[in-house]
T-cell receptor, first 115, second 114 residues
C-alpha cells in the first residue's frame, strides 16, 4: 500500500492565490521530499525536509513536517500559471521501517493555476 | 551532462512478448531505481540498485527483472508482458552519500501491452 497520501487529489486556483497540499504517511521516516511533474514529463525534485526539521523554505515554497501526526504540507505562495503540475510527496524510510534506500511516493495532487 | 536517459519513449507490446527498457545516467550515481506510474496510484518502486552487482526488490517486483553490471546502466526486463504492465516507467538515480536523497528522474517510457 502507498506510504504517502496527498490531499486534495486536485486543486484549482487563480494566479496569485496560495496553494496548499497535504501529505500523510504511515511509518517512521528519515526525510520527506516533494516533487513536481509537468504533464508527460519526469519528476523534478523541489525540496527535502528531514525528520528533525519542522519547517523549510525555498523561494515561493514552504514545507512543514509534523512527525507526531505523520503529516507534511507544501505551500506555494503567489501561484503562477507555470506552477500547473502534479505534486508528489515522497518519504525516505529509515533503516527501522523498511530500509533507507527506498523512496515511497504518494498518489499526488493535481494543481491547476488559471490566469 | 545528459542526466538520466531512457529508451524507448514509447513501446507497444503484445501479451507474452519480452523487452528491455533501457536506463542510463552519466552522473556517476551509485543508486538507481525503477518506478511505474499508473493513474491515481502515484509512483510505485519496482526494483532498485545501490551499486554495480547489487539489486533489490521494491513494492511491485513481480514480472520484472533487473541487473546492474555497470554504474551507468540499469535495464529493466519484462520477460513475458501482460496487460497489467501497461504503465509509464520512470528510471531515477541519486548518490548514496549520507543525507543525499534527491533523486533525478528520466523522461519516462510509456508502455502499452495489448
Amino acid at each position: 500500500s502507498q506510504q504517502g497520501e496527498e490531499d486534495p487529489q486536485a486543486l484549482s486556483i487563480q494566479e496569485g492565490e496560495n496553494a496548499t497540499m497535504n501529505c500523510s504517511y504511515k511509518t517512521s521516516i528519515n526525510n520527506l521530499q516533494w516533487y513536481r511533474q509537468n504533464s508527460g514529463r519526469g519528476l523534478v525534485h523541489l525540496i527535502l525536509i528531514r525528520s528533525n526539521e519542522r519547517e523549510k523554505h525555498s523561494g515561493r515554497l514552504r514545507v512543514t513536517l509534523d512527525t507526531s501526526k505523520k503529516s507534511s504540507s507544501l505551500l506555494i505562495t503567489a501561484s503562477r500559471a507555470a506552477d500547473t503540475a502534479s505534486y508528489f510527496c515522497a518519504t525516505a524510510l529509515n533503516m527501522f521501517s523498511g530500509g533507507y534506500n527506498k523512496l515511497i511516493f504518494g498518489a499526488g495532487t493535481r494543481l491547476a493555476v488559471h490566469p | 551532462n545528459a542526466g538520466v536517459t531512457q529508451t524507448p519513449k514509447f513501446q507497444v507490446l503484445k501479451t507474452g512478448q519480452s523487452m528491455t527498457l533501457q536506463c542510463a545516467q552519466d552522473m556517476n550515481h551509485e543508486y538507481m531505481s525503477w518506478y511505474r506510474q499508473d493513474p491515481g496510484m502515484g509512483l510505485r518502486l519496482i526494483h532498485y540498485s545501490v551499486g554495480a552487482g547489487i539489486t533489490d526488490q521494491g513494492e511491485v517486483p513481480n514480472g520484472y527483472n533487473v541487473s546492474r553490471s555497470t554504474t551507468e546502466d540499469f535495464p529493466l526486463r519484462l520477460l513475458s508482458a501482460a496487460p497489467s504492465q501497461t504503465s509509464v516507467y520512470f528510471c531515477a538515480s541519486r548518490i548514496t552519500s549520507p543525507g543525499a536523497y534527491e533523486q533525478y528522474f528520466g523522461p519516462g517510457t510509456r508502455l502499452t501491452v495489448t
